[in-house]
């Protein structure tokens, strides 16, 4: 089992930067395919960003050049920093964890954090 935690959300103003973490209860970098999802009221889970064990990142279209995502190894942590964000930005964020490679089919994520609210308002 894997446990999954999120932390970082939180409300910024339009323009501005947040940076989320997902801490892992073991080491799974090496082996997992990591990503994050966002789901925003009324909308349909969307992978935002993801990075496989071989450190391959894929964005979807509407966040590349503004999120990064990242990983600590060591500290068994993830990141995505965000960067330029906008209103539709808007949603909770939840990482998730698949033991394959680069995938856009979220049922294929075995373990999933808890979600954290993130809010762009001015």
């Known amino acids: 089992q894997v446990q999954l935690v999120e932390s970082g959300g939180g409300l910024v103003q339009p323009g501005g930067s947040l940076r989320l973490s997902c801490a892992a209860s073991r080491t799974i970098f090496t082996i997992y395919t990591m990503g994050w999802y966002r789901q925003a009221p009324g909308k349909q889970r969307e992978l935002v960003a993801t990075?496989?064990?071989?450190?391959?990142?894929n964005y979807v279209d509407s966040v590349k050049g503004r999120f990064t995502i990242s990983r600590d190894n060591a500290k068994n942590t993830m990141y995505l920093q965000m960067n330029s964000l906008k209103l539709e930005d808007t949603a909770v964020y939840y990482c998730a964890a698949r033991n394959g490679g680069y995938s856009d089919y979220f049922p294929s994520y075995e373990y999933w954090g808890q979600g954290t609210q993130v809010t762009v308002s001015s």
């Open positions: 990075i496989t064990s071989g450190g391959n990142t």
